[in-house]
C-alpha cells in the first residue's frame, strides 16, 4: 500500500508544479501511515530519479516504451494504469495542471473509478482503513468556490490544487531506486506521436516569470503596451494580458493570463487597466503579490488585489518605471 505521485515533466524537464504534488503526496503518505512512490513516464525523464528522493520519493517507477518520447494523455494515463494494476497503491496523486488533470481524468476512465481535481491539503480526511471514504476539499471556479466532497474508491484518484503546497524536501529523503517497467499501452496511444517540436517562446515564460505585467482593456491600443514593456524589462518579467486584449487583436494568445490561458505564479503580478472577471482571476491568483492600477476603485481585482493603485495606468506605469531608475541611478 504507497501513495503514488505522478510526476509532470516535459522531455525530462520537471514542471515546477511536480514537486508541489509530490509533497502534498508526501504528506498524504504520513499521514495514512505509507511509502511514497513516484512515477516518471518515458526514459527522458529518468534522470530525475534522485531529486524526487531528496522529496521523500522511496521508489521511482520508470515508464520506458518507444511510444513514450513525448507527452500523450493516453500513454501516460495507460502507464498509470499499469503501475496500478501492479501496485496497487492507496493513492495515485497528480499536479492540478491541465495535463495532470487530464491524464488522472483519462486513467479514472479506464478504471471506472472517481477522480477529484484540484484537491487542497487542508481539510482532508482519509479514515481509518483503505475502504474508508475520503472527505476533501477541492478547488472550484479559479478558487473562488471550496466544494467539499467524500470519495469513495479503491484507489483513490486525485489532482493537488496548484500553488497551495509549497514543494519542500523530506525530512528523511528517500532512496529513490529506479525501477523501469514496460507499460501496457493500448493502440489509442499511438493516435498522436509527437515528432517535431518549435520553440515559440524563449527565456522567461509567463507561466514561470517572477514578475508579470498585465495589461487589460484599460491599456486602450497595441502601442499602450508599450510602458508595460518597459516595466516588465526593468524588473526581469514579462507582459501578460487579460482577454479583451486577445479578442482586441492587441497581442498574441500565447501572453492571455486565465482560464483559457495561462496560469501564471509570479511572485508580483501588475494589473493594469484589468477588472479581474473570474476567468482572469483563474490565472492570475497563483501570483504571490498582486498589485492593481485601475482607475475604478470598486473593479473586481482591486478589492481582491494586496496592493491598489487608483489612477490611470498611463500615468501611473511610467511614473513606477522612472522612481525605479532613479532609485536605482
Ligand atoms: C469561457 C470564457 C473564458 C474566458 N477566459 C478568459 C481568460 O483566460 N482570461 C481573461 O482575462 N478573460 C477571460 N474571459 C473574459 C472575461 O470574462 C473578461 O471579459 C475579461 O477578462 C475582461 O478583460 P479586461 O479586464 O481587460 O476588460 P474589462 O472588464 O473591460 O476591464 C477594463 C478595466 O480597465 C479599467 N480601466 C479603464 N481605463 C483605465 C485606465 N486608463 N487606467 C486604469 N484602469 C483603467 C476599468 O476600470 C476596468 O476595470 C473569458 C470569458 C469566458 C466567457
Request: glycine letters at 10%; hydrophobic letters at 45%.
Amino acid at each position: 500500500m504507497t501513495v503514488l505521485a505522478l510526476i509532470e515533466h516535459d522531455r525530462g524537464r520537471l514542471v515546477p508544479a511536480a514537486l508541489e504534488s509530490l509533497t502534498f503526496g508526501r504528506q498524504l503518505a504520513d499521514r495514512i501511515g505509507t511509502e511514497l512512490e513516484a512515477v516518471t513516464i518515458g526514459s527522458t525523464a529518468d534522470g530525475l530519479a534522485a531529486h524526487l528522493g531528496e522529496f521523500g520519493a522511496a521508489t521511482v517507477h520508470q515508464a520506458h516504451h518507444e511510444l513514450l518520447a513525448d507527452f500523450s494523455a493516453d500513454g501516460w494515463a495507460d502507464s498509470v494504469v499499469t503501475l496500478i494494476g501492479t501496485g496497487n497503491p492507496h493513492a495515485v496523486v497528480a499536479s492540478g495542471t491541465d495535463r495532470g488533470n487530464e491524464v488522472l481524468a483519462h486513467v479514472a476512465a479506464r478504471l471506472d473509478a472517481p477522480f477529484v481535481a484540484n484537491v487542497l491539503p487542508t481539510g482532508l480526511e482519509t479514515g481509518a482503513d483503505r475502504n474508508s471514504p475520503w472527505h476533501l476539499t477541492r478547488v472550484r471556479w479559479g478558487g473562488s468556490l471550496h466544494e467539499r466532497a467524500v470519495l469513495h474508491a479503491d484507489v483513490k484518484l486525485m489532482t493537488a490544487a496548484l500553488h497551495r503546497v509549497d514543494a519542500e524536501r523530506a525530512d528523511t529523503p528517500g532512496p529513490a531506486t529506479p525501477a523501469p517497467f514496460l507499460p501496457v499501452l493500448e493502440e489509442r496511444a499511438a493516435i498522436t506521436i509527437v515528432r517535431d517540436r518549435v520553440e515559440r517562446t524563449a527565456g522567461v515564460t509567463l507561466a514561470t516569470a517572477s514578475v508579470v505585467v498585465g495589461g487589460g482593456r484599460g491599456v486602450g491600443s497595441p502601442e499602450g503596451f508599450a510602458p508595460l514593456e518597459d516595466l516588465a524589462q526593468l524588473l526581469g518579467g514579462v507582459v501578460g494580458c487579460s482577454r479583451a486584449v486577445t479578442n482586441n487583436g492587441w497581442r498574441n494568445h500565447t501572453d492571455q493570463v486565465g482560464q483559457t490561458g495561462t496560469r501564471i505564479s509570479a511572485d508580483v503580478y501588475f494589473a493594469c487597466g484589468i477588472s479581474g472577471a473570474i476567468q482572469h482571476w483563474v490565472g492570475a491568483s497563483g501570483a504571490k503579490c498582486i498589485i492593481a492600477i485601475n482607475t475604478d476603485p470598486g473593479a473586481n481585482i482591486v478589492t481582491k488585489a494586496d496592493y491598489a493603485v487608483i489612477g490611470d495606468l498611463h500615468e501611473v506605469v511610467p511614473a513606477i518605471a522612472d522612481e525605479i531608475r532613479r532609485r536605482r541611478d
